[in-house]
């Protein structure tokens, strides 16, 4: 009885904040985070590994799960089919988001992902940033379904600096904010709301952008202390705008501020406050963040995965993302919360680089390969306009005149590979449109079938050598079906996570589905992944 008593003063004696602290962990999580960080190699956690605080990277990884050998089942690897398929665990072939631009079929026109002509800006900007929404998509997101499983009590935010990498995430029931760059504001569109709400028109107001360009973008440590990385201003390095050489220190202008590290600080920024001001976590239901940090994109084309500028992008990111856990841990306390991050697609090498090192590599540059796919036809047929339009490495056939001339995609296609196969940095040619894909090793056959879409997608798929993009003869980019394009990081944290790591292959259609396994809801009506079973507690 003495020993009874004693507990129950001890236990009258505790603070009421150690006592929340101390109580049962929540049902379900009060807050998802769903972090995607646009052209993340796997690699840069472990490349970078050294210099990351322990808050961020770091922490997910050992407090949380990693998804070591994490792929794109597919391979149109950009960033609107990314940020889509993130999020509803579905293929190009079954959303109609088969890349950021295609030739929409039925139209006859080019279509850009997030395109709405029947929606308009909503807050200062340019009036066509405003014109977008998420109705291209055609199947529902993790977010929609977390939204429905509730019935629309659960909050749904998306923010990113692309229109896309906040539209896709927080799908067709929840709100998105974007970065508009002629203004330095975050708007949305009508299809949304008809204002902004007052915490980001006063967010606006502080005029946060010049405030940070005020300053010079220097290393984050000494320049000498960056040995992962190759030695500054290399001559296939693109400038920043305005700047004459692509050299530390840099002097940032609004014209490039996307490309520095700044965008990604401005980011965490709104999302934080976007968490604040619409108490995020704190109802009776989970709600869902969606955050994409837009600027390693823009500074990976520009540098390439191998300059001390991309390394400095996400050490510095690494901090914004420590500083976001910190506050969440504040906000809503320690395990709580669940947090997933992944990444749209990676990145190539830029060609220069590999040519400098021996590793066989090239560009097309521009519209080149387009242009010889032209070229054979009008030597083999007498008619060029038999191509239609050209995106995604896919060739859009005018089927009317095929059909005139007697034509089949199986005899163009033969037609084209006997050709443009035979010349440096094509691999092969296919016909995407029946699926003809066996030439192909395995391992590839399942990326090309899940990319292809009748309304969306051409007929005819060119598919060049590793290491050979189309692009610019400065910089990098991405898009293919190699790994280098589609091994992109996958870490989960917090609630209802175990602690961990698997080698084995998860692909970045299985994200969804575990999100809905964790939150116990329906899937998203076009997922095609299976849950991960090692990264949730039972």
């Known amino acids: 009885m003495k020993r009874l008593i004693i507990l129950i003063s001890l236990l009258g004696g505790l603070s009421p904040a150690f006592a929340q602290k101390s109580s049962t962990a929540p049902a379900k999580p009060k807050l998802v985070v769903g972090i995607i960080v646009d052209q993340m190699r796997d690699e840069y956690l472990h490349r970078f590994n050294s210099k990351f605080s322990s808050g961020g990277f770091k922490r997910m990884m050992g407090e949380g799960f990693t998804c070591r050998n994490n792929q794109y089942h597919y391979a149109s690897t950009v960033t609107g089919p990314g940020h889509a398929h993130v999020f509803t665990g579905s293929s190009p072939a079954i959303s109609g988001i088969v890349g950021n631009d295609w030739y929409e079929k039925p139209i006859g026109k080019k279509m850009y992902v997030a395109a709405d002509s029947t929606v308009s800006l909503v807050g200062e900007g340019k009036a066509s940033a405003g014109k977008m929404s998420p109705r291209n998509l055609k199947v529902t997101t993790i977010t929609d379904q977390l939204r429905v499983a509730t019935q629309f009590r659960s ?3 998306g923010v990113a600096f692309k229109d896309r990498g906040a539209i896709m995430p927080a799908g067709h029931t929840g709100q998105a904010y974007w970065f508009d760059g002629s203004s330095g504001n975050w708007i949305t569109s009508t299809y949304y709301r008809n204002d902004l709400p007052q915490w980001v028109k006063d967010f606006n107001t502080r005029k946060l952008p010049a405030e940070y360009i005020a300053q010079k973008w220097d290393y984050l440590f000494p320049d000498y202390d960056y040995p992962e990385s190759e030695a500054d201003d290399q001559p296939y390095e693109a400038p920043l705008s305005g700047e004459k050489s692509a050299v530390f220190p840099h002097t940032v202008s609004m014209e490039s501020f996307t490309t520095s590290y700044y965008s990604s600080r401005l980011t965490r920024e709104f999302a934080m406050a976007a968490i ?9 239901v989970t709600d869902f963040l969606t955050i994409s940090f837009s600027g390693p ?18 050490l510095r990111l690494d901090r914004e993302i420590e500083q976001l856990l910190n506050y969440l841990d504040k906000k809503l306390g320690k395990g709580t919360y669940t947090v997933f991050l992944s990444a749209d697609h990676a990145v190539a090498n830029v060609p220069a680089f590999n040519m400098k090192n021996n590793i066989p590599s090239g560009v097309f540059v521009g519209k080149e ?12 047929y007498g008619d060029s306009k038999i191509i239609v339009s050209y995106d995604n490495y896919q060739l859009y056939l005018n089927t009317d005149l095929l059909a005139k001339k007697n034509l089949s ?16 940095g094509i691999y092969t040619v296919i016909n995407l449109a029946d699926g003809k894909v066996s030439s192909l090793p395995e391992y590839y056959q399942k990326k090309i079938t899940n990319l292809y879409n009748p309304k969306r997608s051409g007929e005819i798929m060119i598919l060049p050598e590793p290491a050979w993009f189309e692009g610019g003869l400065k910089g990098t980019t991405h898009g293919t079906m190699y790994r280098y394009d589609t091994h992109v990081p ?26 809905a396994m964790l939150l116990k809801i329906l899937e998203p009506n076009g997922a ?5 079973q090692e990264v949730l507690k039972k």
């Open 297 to 314: 994109d823009y500074a990976g084309h520009a540098f390439g995965p191998q300059s001390k500028e991309v390394q400095d992008v996400y």
């Open 490 to 515: 996958l870490l989960f944290f917090g609630w209802g996570i175990n602690h961990g790591e698997t080698v084995r292959p998860t692909f970045v259609c299985d994200i969804a589905p575990t999100v």
């Open 409 to 424: 995609i199986d005899e163009v296609t033969e037609t084209l590979r006997s050709k443009l196969s035979q010349k440096e």
């Open 276 to 284: 604040e001001n619409e108490n995020l976590g704190s109802g009776p």
């Open 528 to 532: 095609i992944g299976d849950p991960i």
């Open 369 to 380: 390969l387009q242009r010889m796919a032209q070229q054979v036809l009008e030597e083999r």
């Open 155 to 157: 909050k749904v935010i």
